[in-house]
């Protein structure tokens, strides 16, 4: 891997541990501010409107100029959202903005992968920036975690600077204040990404012209036998990624009577288990074999039940790491084979946009679903065995229609050869 590579991840990786941070700090200014339990969900909808309403445009944006310029803008975005939240707007609204940036970002962070690589390196590629950010979500949990435990926060807040009087006299504010310096060190590296030497697309200003071509490139790739196995998985695996981050919170409140310091450190948890499966994929799992890791979906739904049955923290640890470790081992390949078809069948930045489209309307319905399932009242306890059974189900059905896929094409072959 050359330098530029490495430029890419580490610009990545300051953006998704703000991203991170900025969670846990939400979810704290939610509750001091006595909101009711169920918009904590609601953050991750807020946060994913923008790549299910904007996903038409944003995969045209980021193909119409250099991706490391698009980053950049997609960074000073994110920048405005934490502002919001730090001058006291309503946490939604500012995490939406957050997340309008983040769907600028996402096709030109992934998308200039398959620009400045050869195809054979992606599952590669994907495994170190798959991993790469999982230590990010790992630290920024961590790091949002403690900077809102009061023997820290209320260390950082008594420092005081000569001559500089700074407006931060909260817990809130301190919080946001370090967000937004991890979001300023992301964006100067994104001034130092290279060139990859594609050409790049008009923007056209015709925004009915936009959507005319969004809808064919996801009915193009929905159509292709392997992209549409691939972006069914990667759509599932994102939609109840999001959702288990808020179980997670929940359940060790519930089970382990955890505040919400502990608890959100227990995402770092799982995300060390999605690490280790990412790098373990990257080193055994080829772009040819990559649709052979789907059983791991069924059975990562299957040992999510487990959770119903764990009391203590020693137990929930390994637990989590190897739900993790079975989710990173089964998306890496699936995200490689679909940045793969999505390139193939339509360009980067126009692949990327359709997978955020899907992802993030998977997002949007899972959370939701937890949203009304908490004003049910349901137990965590059933909301998790519900949600383990859902993932595993989903995945036997995909599994079941890529077999299907399989035999249509060893049939077409057959004919072909009696001609």
């Excluded at 409107?49 to 045209?60: D, I, P, T």
């Excluded at 949600?387 to 036997?396: A, E, H, I, K, R």
Aim: proline letters at 4%; glycine letters at 8%; charged letters at 10%.
């Amino acid at each position: 891997m050359t330098l530029g590579f490495y430029i890419i991840m580490a610009a990545q990786f300051f953006s998704a541990l703000a991203d991170n941070t900025l969670l846990v700090a939400a979810i704290y200014t939610l509750r001091d501010m006595h909101a009711p339990a169920e918009y904590e969900p609601l953050l991750k909808t807020f946060f994913t409107v923008s790549y299910v309403a904007l996903a038409a445009f944003v995969g045209a944006f980021a193909d119409s100029m250099p991706k490391w310029r698009v980053m950049f803008i997609s960074n000073g975005i994110k920048i405005v959202g934490c502002a919001m939240m730090f001058f006291q707007l309503h946490p939604l609204l500012a995490y939406g903005v957050v997340g309008l940036g983040a769907a600028a970002y996402s096709p030109a962070k992934y998308g200039i992968l398959t620009e400045y690589l050869p195809h054979r390196q992606l599952v590669l590629a994907n495994g170190w920036i798959e991993g790469l950010t999982v230590v990010a979500i790992i630290l920024g949990v961590l790091l949002g975690g403690a900077l809102i435990k009061p023997d820290i926060s209320q260390a950082l807040l008594s420092l005081d600077f000569p001559v500089i009087d700074t407006p931060i006299d909260t817990v809130t504010e301190m919080t946001l204040t370090v967000v937004g310096v991890l979001y300023l060190i992301a964006a100067v590296f994104n001034l130092y990404i290279p060139e990859t030497g594609v050409d790049h697309k008009p923007l056209k200003r015709n925004p009915l012209y936009l959507l005319h071509e969004f809808n064919h490139c996801l009915a193009l790739l929905w159509r292709d036998k392997l992209g549409q196995i691939s972006l069914a998985v990667t759509t599932l695996f994102w939609g109840a990624g999001a959702t288990l981050q808020f179980l997670v919170i929940k359940w060790a409140e519930v089970a382990l009577g955890f505040d919400l310091s502990k608890s959100s450190m227990l995402q770092g948890v799982t995300a060390i288990g999605v690490a280790l499966g990412a790098a373990l994929s990257a080193k055994l799992i080829t772009l040819r074999k990559s649709v052979r890791v789907i059983p791991l979906g069924i059975a990562m739904g299957l040992v999510v039940l487990v959770m119903n049955f764990v009391h203590h923290a020693w137990l929930t640890i390994p637990l989590l790491i190897f739900i993790g470790g079975l989710s990173g081992f089964f998306v890496v390949p699936m995200n490689a084979l679909l940045q793969h078809r999505g390139h193939v069948l339509m360009g980067a930045g126009h692949s990327i946009a359709v997978q955020n489209f899907n992802e993030n309307l998977s997002i949007l319905v899972m959370t939701g679903l937890y949203y009304l399932m908490l004003k049910l009242d349901l137990s965590i306890y059933a909301i998790l065995t519900l949600f383990g059974l859902f993932v595993s189900s989903t995945m036997w059905l995909v599994k079941r229609r890529h077999e299907a896929n399989q035999r249509e094409h060893d049939d077409v072959v057959l004919l072909d050869d009696h001609a």
